[in-house]
T-cell receptor, first 114, second 112 residues
Framework: EPEVTQTPSHQVTQMGQEVILRCVPI?????FYWYRQILGQKVEFLVS????????KSEIFDDQFSVERPDGSNFTLKIRSTKLEDSAMYFC????????????FGPGTRLTVT | GENVEQHPSTLSVQEGDSAVIKCTYS??????FPWYKQELGKRPQLIIDIRSNVGEKKDQRIAVTLNKTAKHFSLHITETQPEDSAVYFCADRGSTLGRLYFGRGTQLTVWP
């Protein structure tokens, strides 16, 4: 069964550095999402992406964040200048169609900012 | 914005007993309510969902009920097994395009 994949599984970076988190959504899916989960807290929505543009973003998704679909398979989240409070588990998810509500999650990337 | 509350935060049951996890939501336009199971170190896995035009849905030992008037929905697991031990998250879609709003999660432990 196809699954969403994410790399790396764990990323350690210094405050102020740029990081890029990578995701490969399920191949026939058209809607892509990023969520994050700070340790011990709720899973929070960051951004959704469809047809090569952002569909929706949350208040967390400020100018430090960007997303891109650089080719037909990858979907990336870039944090330009990381802060300590960006430390979290970042999940990518995808869904097939607008009418298909089910979102399938990747295994996550644990980002640690020191 | 939408707010999803989930209770309890931890739940311990004996193998074979039932477990019930409850969630409330605030957006009356919410129309989709998924439940995810997350085992330690693994991805959240969609286990069941319900749409707002349905009051109950069952899949083997798992069932979800929805009360739109009261704005709450519940996950019921019957005949629990140790492999049901995990964190369970409820979510709803609110009135948004696709964004999910999650509850805080329930750590379910099933003792053999």
């Amino acid at each position: 069964e196809p699954e969403v994949t994410q790399t790396p599984s764990h990323q350690v970076t210094q405050m102020g550095q740029e990081v890029i988190l990578r995701c490969v959504p399920i191949s026939n899916h058209l809607y892509f999402y990023w969520y994050r989960q700070i340790l011990g807290q709720k899973v929070e929505f960051l951004v959704s992406f469809y047809n090569n543009e952002i569909s929706e973003k949350s208040e967390i998704f400020d100018d430090q964040f960007s997303v891109e679909r650089p080719d037909g398979s990858n979907f990336t989240l870039k944090i330009r200048s990381t802060k300590l409070e960006d430390s979290a588990m970042y999940f990518c998810a995808s869904s097939r169609l607008a009418g298909s509500l089910e979102q399938y999650f990747g295994p996550g990337t644990r980002l640690t900012v020191t | 914005g939408e707010n999803v509350e989930q209770h309890p935060s931890t739940l311990s049951v004996q193998e074979g007993d039932s477990a019930v996890i409850k969630c409330t939501y605030s957006d009356s336009a919410s129309n989709y309510f998924p439940w995810y199971k997350q085992e330690l170190g693994k991805r959240p896995q969609l286990i069941i969902d319900i749409r707002s035009n349905v009051g109950e849905k069952k899949d083997q030992r798992i069932a979800v009920t929805l009360n739109k008037t009261a704005k709450h929905f519940s996950l019921h697991i019957t005949e629990t097994q140790p492999e049901d031990s995990a964190v369970y998250f409820c979510a709803d879609r609110g009135s948004t395009l696709g964004r999910l709003y999650f509850g805080r999660g329930t750590q379910l432990t099933v003792w053999p």
